[in-house]
């Protein structure tokens, strides 16, 4: 892990990120799209693309990807990814405004995109295994006291959630509106895998699902407190940090910070990998 000097000194000009850009995102010598030649690439003067030296065609590393179409110089943003990366609790909108000499609005944007960011990689994350050695458990919980802007006097949030016992995500959750929510979770447990469930209509809902049969999951009801329940340890650390915090999250956003939150989780016992997945997996943004 760099230190912050050495950091920023590394990403001082824009031309070095964008350089660490394309190379984390392309390769040395990437293939060129429209030849399929592996290509010398050129700075195009004055955009921040590249060119190839065998069909001229042009490449934005920035495209597609969280600083898609910013104006906001690169190095900014590698100074937020920075302090993203080492301050456990996140990093407001107020302070990023303050050190970059950039509005508040235009700030919180930038926090924004990192945190969708941070969800994004880890999306591709998968639960459970087809051997049923890492069993997956599914269960919901109810956030209270979190302040929210558009719904006064409205402070709670249920979440449901999945682990094993290597990582955990959640999805914020409505029985009025379960099919939605629950396909987005079922969708990253790997095919025939053990799931538990605590909650009898929990149990029924998941066995009746589509998707889970297609998938082959074996579902089983049994009392979480039996066992060494991998998601009482995801909730209690969700809920310390968003208390500690006094997280203000409008309920919009709730799923990039529930993305960000997952994140950091499943790198707790390696933290100098939130720093390196943050500058080398670069996944599309939408
Ligand atoms: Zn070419």
């Given amino acids: 892990m760099p230190s912050a000097l050495q950091y920023l000194e590394r990403f001082s000009e824009d031309e070095a990120c964008l350089e660490h850009l394309f190379a984390a995102r392309f390769g040395d010598k990437a293939a060129c799209p429209k030849c399929g030649r592996r ?16 069909c001229l065609h042009s490449l934005s590393p920035m495209a597609n990807t969280l600083f898609h179409n910013s104006k906001i110089p690169l190095k900014y943003w ?15 909108g107020r302070f990023l405004s303050r050190h970059l000499g950039i509005s508040e609005s235009a700030a919180w944007r930038v926090g924004n995109q990192i945190r969708r960011h941070m969800t994004a990689i880890d999306q591709e994350r998968t639960f459970g295994d087809p051997a049923c050695s890492k069993a997956v458990y599914m269960n919901e919980t109810l956030l209270r006291g979190i302040r929210t802007t558009n719904v006064p006097g409205k402070g709670r949030i249920r979440l449901l959630g999945i682990a094993d016992r290597d990582a955990a995500a959640s999805v914020p959750w409505n029985y009025a509106r379960r099919a939605g929510t629950i396909t987005k979770l079922i969708s990253r447990i790997q095919h025939g895998s053990l799931v538990y469930v605590q909650d009898a209509k929990l149990e029924e809902l998941l066995a009746n699902h589509k998707l889970s049969r297609i998938r082959n999951l074996k579902i089983e009801q049994i009392l979480f407190a039996t066992r060494a329940d991998p998601l009482a340890s995801y909730w209690l650390a969700l809920k310390r940090t968003i208390r500690r915090n006094h997280l203000h999250i409008n309920r919009k956003y709730i799923q990039i910070y529930l993305g960000e939150f997952e994140f950091r989780y499943n790198r707790r016992g390696y933290p100098d990998k939130i720093l390196s997945d943050l500058l080398s997996i670069f996944p599309q943004i939408t």
């Fill in 39 to 54: 290509a010398n690439w050129y700075r195009i003067k004055g955009v921040r693309s590249y060119r190839s030296s065998c």
């Fill in 78 to 92: 590698f100074y937020a990814i920075y302090h993203f990366s080492t301050c456990s609790s996140g990093i407001g």
